[in-house]
């Protein structure tokens, strides 16, 4: 939103060295930005819209599935040939339905390897729409990229919204930014394929004629779902962990931890703007995957050391993460000792009194490091070796030093 404003914003953000910020930053230098970078945050001066590069614009996304489902809209809304390089697992994580909206809009696509290559001009209109269960990242960079159209259009969410919390987040972002966007909320339908049915649909509508206007100053707020790691960790054996820094009213997603962990059976309690996590008791729950997928590795982990059996539903997007989550949280927790099987949609956990350590493998994937870390707290008879643990810098580059500040051995090698 700063590098599509009008002047110049200072962003206060505490992590700046994340590898996903790290490619949205390079992309939109890439485009024309001005970002300057340092321990506060970042310094943003927008790119100029009324001269645009015409030659073919190099965007390394990374491993980034957010910078990549972001910044492919908007470019195509300002109408940049660009070619978008993809590494790791993120060439086989889906672009579907994304890229057919943009392609029935304008747009061309093509893929050369692992770079994808977009040309045209993106048209307005208001038959714009996506299901609302494969990413919420689809929806986000269109709430982005439409209202640079300079023309009304209609975006129609459809289906069961999944990770609705970073949706809600986009829409703050853009608020925040003088964005006004019309939100029509959950109604039904009725449509005829075949038979009739019903089905949920969101609607967002923009008019076309508003700019991002920059606030001056703006800061972000403190991230649950990094934080959710000291979370769970006060509720491991012999855990107390105090966080600062985090709204209890975040539209975050993943703020719905507070509650999960005391339904698991955490002491949970808040105190001014503290929020305390002591050991208390570990019992079997049933969790919804939908709206905190992120969040599911290291609920497992937890459940790995309760008491009865603990179930994970509709977790099936997981396996089209920088892992499948579902497959390597499960071959993880195993190898610590955990009895735990893998459905077709989730986990099943049956806990046990202890996990036993040893060695497991990150499968390159940042939360699942995280997750063997907080795991290692209930592991009484080796230590835990994570090999690839160096994926953290993908989200948290700061991870490993901040559990040695909670007391932990840790040793890089």
């Known amino acids: 939103c700063a590098a599509l404003a009008d002047n110049d914003t200072m962003i206060s953000c505490a992590e700046t060295q994340a590898e996903d910020v790290i490619a949205t930053m ?32 190099f965007f390394p996304c990374g491993e980034s599935g957010s910078t990549l489902r972001f910044m492919l809209p908007v470019a195509c809304a300002l109408g940049i040939r660009g070619a978008f390089e993809m590494k790791g697992r993120l060439p086989r994580r889906p672009i579907n339905p994304l890229d057919e909206q943009l392609e029935n809009h304008g747009i061309k696509l093509w893929r050369e390897g692992d770079v994808l290559h977009c040309e045209g001009q993106l048209q307005p209109g208001d038959d714009y729409e996506i299901p609302g269960d494969i990413s919420s990242q689809f929806i986000s960079g269109l709430i982005m990229a439409l209202p640079l159209l300079n023309a009304p259009s209609r975006l129609s969410v459809t289906g069961t919204v999944e990770s609705g919390g970073y949706i809600e987040m986009t829409l703050e ?19 005829h394929s075949g038979s009739f049915m019903s089905r949920n649909v969101r609607e967002y509508k923009f008019d076309g004629t508003e700019t991002y206007k920059s606030p001056g100053i703006i800061e972000t707020e403190g991230d649950w779902s990094n934080s959710a790691y000291w979370m769970c960790a006060g509720a491991m054996p012999r855990g ?44 079997s729950i049933e969790i919804d995957a939908r709206p905190i997928p992120d969040l599911i590795p290291v609920l497992a982990a937890i459940a790995s050391v309760g008491s009865g059996k603990t179930t994970i539903r509709n977790a099936q997007r997981l396996r089209i993460k920088e892992s499948d989550r579902l497959t390597s949280t499960k071959d993880v927790l195993k190898s610590l ?30 939360r699942i490091a995280m997750m063997a870390a907080i795991a290692s707290a209930a592991c009484e008879s080796v230590p835990v070796t994570i090999n690839g643990a160096e994926c953290v810098n993908k989200s948290y580059p700061n991870f490993w030093n901040d559990l040695r500040s909670l007391g932990k051995k840790v040793i890089e090698g």
Do not use: W
């Open 337 to 366: 000792g955990a009895s735990i099987q893998e459905t077709a949609d989730g986990l099943m956990i049956d806990g046990v009194k202890s996990l036993r350590g040893g060695t497991v493998d990150s499968h390159d994937d940042h």
């Open 173 to 191: 972002a853009a608020e925040a930014f003088g964005m006004k966007i019309e939100v029509e909320k959950d109604y039904y339908r009725t449509e």
């Open 240 to 283: 107390r962990v105090v966080l600062h820094g985090l709204n209890k009213n975040s539209a975050q997603g993943d703020s719905a931890l507070y509650k999960i962990l005391s339904k698991m059976g955490a002491d949970v309690s808040a105190v001014e703007d503290a929020i305390l996590v002591k050991e208390d008791r570990r019992h």
């Open 26 to 57: 390079e992309c939109l230098t890439a485009l024309g930005a001005f970002i300057g970078r340092n321990e506060n945050g970042f310094a943003v001066s927008p790119v100029d819209k009324k001269n645009l590069p015409k030659e073919t614009i």
